[in-house]
């Protein structure tokens, strides 16, 4: 059974058979059968579903949680999260046609992201979706796409605030950035919407990703607040949506542990409490992409090649930064760590070895495993890279080197 003593907080989260992992009810052999080819992205309705009402249990009754599709946009994943969240935000009008193919309400989806296109401005507009303003060209850009289209535009501004969300491991607001409108020039894009014929819906504040400290990020959501508070006097109507960010983390490399959610519903109730008072009408939303879908999903690949060179071992698969970027550690990562990594057929394999992986291509920057000790693996066998969920698929260079493509399933 499971190890007591773990590098990596997922290899315990699965039960295992016969030496086999099992993942969404199957073996893994079954999967890859099922799935009929390696490499393959297997995600898990469940874990999701579990994931979101775990989370609606910790946070307060009226904070509104949005799925960020960008983490993963498979139409089947975010059909079923449409079915599970109160809303979804999408970086594309391609994104958005997803969102709405799920029948959910274009009042609960929202668009976000820098150098928004002409088209998709009206895009957006014409489905009705609430877009996040990134800068004054491009408040007027949807006033004018507004007046032609004869439809006024809900708009929400997008703040770059004064703050950082601390020990982020992307950090996207504070300082100089490319996202949202600088929290000292907000007065005067108020001002601007005054003028202009346009729905002011509120205020987004994105301020960071990947954060497994509660207390930053309490303080990054008190900030957020407060500072919509604060502007609220500036606003041509009372504010009805404030989208204060996520940026909830999962664990993905030795030693560090799940985020703490109840303590930041705790924090976030009495916030909301306080700030009750002064934006009454306000819809609380909280955003997060990788921390609803990041631990329901596995990539699997096969090794089809076992060499030694100079006295270390390399396992060679069919798949690699091709289909999963982020496992390579070329994805965000300052320092190279290993991902959770497992022989999927010989989870309780006693034998150990210390190997390398790697995938197929033709290039040193292709490893999933850097000396990493794993049950002996052979020829055939199954690897998985955990934690595999969110940016894998479609945040891989998956042209590179022209190697068949990674199928995805949700089970
Ligand atoms: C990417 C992004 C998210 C999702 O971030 P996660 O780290 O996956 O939770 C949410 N909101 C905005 C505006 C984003 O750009």
Do not use: W
Request: with cysteine; proline share 7%; net charge negative.
């Amino acid at each position: 059974m499971n190890k007591p003593v773990l590098q990596h907080r997922p290899e315990t989260a699965f039960r295992t058979v016969d030496g086999s992992l099992v993942f969404a009810g199957k073996s893994l052999p079954r999967l890859a059968q099922m799935a009929g080819q390696t490499p393959f992205y297997a995600y898990s309705r469940n874990l999701m579903t579990e994931r979101v009402e775990r989370l609606r249990r910790d946070m307060p009754d009226a904070l509104k949680i949005h799925y960020a599709i960008k983490a993963n946009p498979m139409p089947a994943v975010v059909q079923h999260m449409a079915d599970i969240v109160d809303g979804l935000d999408v970086a594309s009008a391609n994104e958005m046609l997803v969102a709405l193919d799920t029948g959910m309400p274009a009042e609960n989806i929202s668009m976000a992201g820098p150098g928004k296109r002409p088209l998709e401005l009206l895009q957006a507009i014409a489905a009705g979706i609430t877009i996040h303003v990134e800068s004054p060209h491009e408040l007027d850009s949807i006033a004018r796409q507004s007046e032609q289209s004869g439809q006024a535009a809900h708009i929400a501004i997008r703040i770059n605030p004064a703050f950082e969300l601390k020990s982020s491991g992307m950090k996207m607001g504070g300082g100089a950035k490319q996202f949202g409108i600088d929290e000292e020039l907000v007065p005067s894009a108020l001002q601007r919407i005054k003028e202009l014929d346009l729905d002011f819906r509120g205020f987004h504040i994105f301020s960071g990703s990947q954060n497994l400290k509660p207390a930053a990020i309490i303080e990054a959501q008190q900030k957020s607040m407060a500072l919509a508070v604060r502007l609220s006097d500036f606003c041509p109507t009372p504010i009805r949506k404030l989208n204060i960010g996520g940026g909830f983390g999962i664990p993905y490399f030795p030693g560090e542990m799940p985020l703490d959610t109840r303590s930041i519903g705790e924090a976030l109730a009495e916030t909301m409490r306080e700030a009750g008072n002064s934006i009454p009408e306000a819809e609380i939303i909280i955003e997060l992409g990788r921390y609803l879908v990041g631990e329901a999903g596995l990539y699997v690949t096969r090794i089809i090649d076992k060499k030694v060179s100079r006295g270390q071992v390399f396992l060679v698969t069919d798949g690699g930064l091709n289909h999963h970027l982020a496992a390579s550690g070329n994805f965000g990562q300052v320092i190279r760590k290993n991902y959770p990594v497992a022989i999927g057929n010989r989870m309780d394999c006693p034998e150990k070895e210390t190997v390398n992986i790697v995938g197929p291509l033709c290039t040193p920057l292709d490893i999933l495993a850097d000396k990493m000790e794993l049950p002996r693996a052979e020829i055939g066998d199954l690897v998985i890279i955990f934690q595999s969920g969110a940016y894998g698929y479609t945040a891989s260079p998956r042209d590179f080197l022209n190697q068949p493509a990674a199928l995805q399933m949700l089970v």
